[in-house]
Nanobody, 126 residues
Framework: QVQLVESGGGLVQAGGSLRLSCAAS????????MGWFRQAPGKEREFVAA????????YYADSVKGRFTISRDNAKNTVYLQMSSLKPEDTAVYYC???????????????????WGQGTQVTVSS
């Protein structure tokens, strides 16, 4: 099992940047595919970005492609989401998710992940 704790959320003006972090417990972090999702008020949780266990396969939602970058540091048991050129529509609670897998396929749906963090709020003002 793995426990996930997100941090780095906050209030930022449109056009600004934030970096979210997700720290994972356990000694097998490098065996997990990791993903970021977000949920705005009144909306379903949606996929943002994901990468496989070694970071060589990544995938982004069209809405964030070119603005967000997902990365991981297996030595620190941490996955990151660098967010730039933020827009008010990026406002949401951002969740980190993990799924144990050593293949190259990234997971893009909520049902493919077994472990979730508690979320961190990101608010982008116009």
């Amino acid at each position: 099992q793995v426990q996930l704790v997100e941090s780095g959320g906050g209030l930022v003006q449109a056009g600004g940047s934030l970096r979210l972090s997700c720290a994972a417990s356990g000694r097998t972090f490098s065996s997990y595919t990791m993903g970021w999702f977000r949920q705005a008020p009144g909306k379903e949780r949606e996929f943002v970005a994901a990468l496989n266990w070694n970071g060589r396969s990544t995938y982004y939602a069209d809405s964030v492609k070119g603005r967000f970058t997902i990365s991981r540091d297996n030595a620190k048991n941490t996955v990151y989401l660098q967010m730039s050129s933020l827009k008010p529509e990026d406002t949401a609670v951002y969740y980190c998710a993990a799924e144990r897998s050593l293949d190259t396929r990234v997971r893009v749906t909520t049902s493919e992940y077994d472990y979730w963090g508690q979320g961190t709020q990101v608010t982008v003002s116009s």
